[in-house]
């Protein structure tokens, strides 16, 4: 007989999984107390990297269940809770999905769901990759500078080249600008001055 287990997590020490426990209590799971893991760890740790998650799954066998309130309970992103559902499925292991009306995500209809969800992602992170760019682009077309301003202005950078032309030392220009020989360098080299 499959033996079912539960993994519930928060992301605070001030949440509490006491919603997610009566949840699948009203699903009609018994989950026995010493196959409920509850962990309370951050949302953006991939499953493999909870410590929770990693006793959960040494404990589970072939035919086990597991159940989870929400899908975001497996994994930090879609390509992470699709992962951890693959490699779930890959040990004989059932994943049901509260929110998602109890389906078995490693069932037929499970799968199903899991690909529409992984092409939902995929489509939004596209999309926010191309508004990203055509941003940047806006930005660049409307003269808008990227990076870190220059430590050096223009005239500044010409009396570095007039004091390298006139003899002075990396080091004394250096320290006459408040800035590193390093900086001074840059200047020399994208001006092709031939060493002093």
Known sequence: MSRVFAYCRVSTLE???ENQRREIEEAGFAVKP???FEEQ???SVTAGERPGF??????MENGDVLIVTKLDRLGRNAMDIRKTVEQLAGSGIRVHCLALGGVDLTSPAGKMTMQVISAVAEFERDLLLERTHSGIARAKAAGKRFGRPP???EEQKQRVLERIQSGVSISAIAREFRTTRQTILRV???QQIPAV
């Open 41 to 43: 760890i951050s949302g």
């Open 188 to 190: 020399k080299v994208k």
């Open 151 to 153: 430590v050096l202005n």
């Open 34 to 36: 010493q196959r409920l």
């Open 54 to 59: 990693t006793k959960l799954l040494d404990r």
């Open 15 to 17: 949440q509490t999984t």
